[in-house]
């Protein structure tokens, strides 16, 4: 650490790059694994609604408040994130009933 509290430039050079490390294998892993269940035999129905969902935003700025208000994206994304956790040990399915 550099004086006042402040890490050093190398600290804080290496910091980063292990967040953008770490940020980039989570959204190859989630791109992947959603891509993966949408192309599934018997997910075509998925794949056409997230499709519609898609085109509608089109022509638009992409923003925070656009890609959140894509709810059906997003739970595809959530649901491709439970099945295939970027963590291990995390259980993937749910007791029947639930």
């Given at each position: 650490?550099?004086?006042?509290?402040c890490?050093?430039?190398?600290?804080?050079?290496?910091?980063?790059?292990?967040?953008?490390?770490?940020?980039?294998?989570?959204?190859?892993?989630?791109?992947?694994?959603?891509?993966?269940?949408?192309?599934?035999?018997?997910?075509?129905?998925?794949?056409v609604?997230?499709?519609?969902?898609?085109?509608?935003?089109?022509?638009?700025a992409?923003?925070t408040?656009?890609?959140a208000s894509?709810?059906?994206?997003?739970?595809c994304i959530?649901?491709?994130l439970?099945?295939?956790?970027?963590?291990?040990?995390?259980?993937?399915?749910?007791?029947?009933?639930?």
């Amino acid at each position: 650490e550099a004086k006042g509290g402040c890490l050093e430039e190398e600290h804080m050079v290496n910091n980063l790059l292990l967040l953008l490390e770490a940020s980039q294998g989570t959204t190859m892993l989630a791109t992947t694994a959603l891509f993966g269940e949408l192309h599934k035999p018997g997910n075509e129905n998925v794949l056409v609604k997230v499709r519609s969902e898609i085109a509608s935003l089109q022509g638009q700025a992409v923003t925070t408040e656009m890609c959140a208000s894509a709810d059906y994206v997003s739970s595809c994304i959530n649901e491709a994130l439970r099945l295939y956790p970027f963590a291990g040990g995390i259980p993937k399915i749910l007791p029947a009933g639930d």
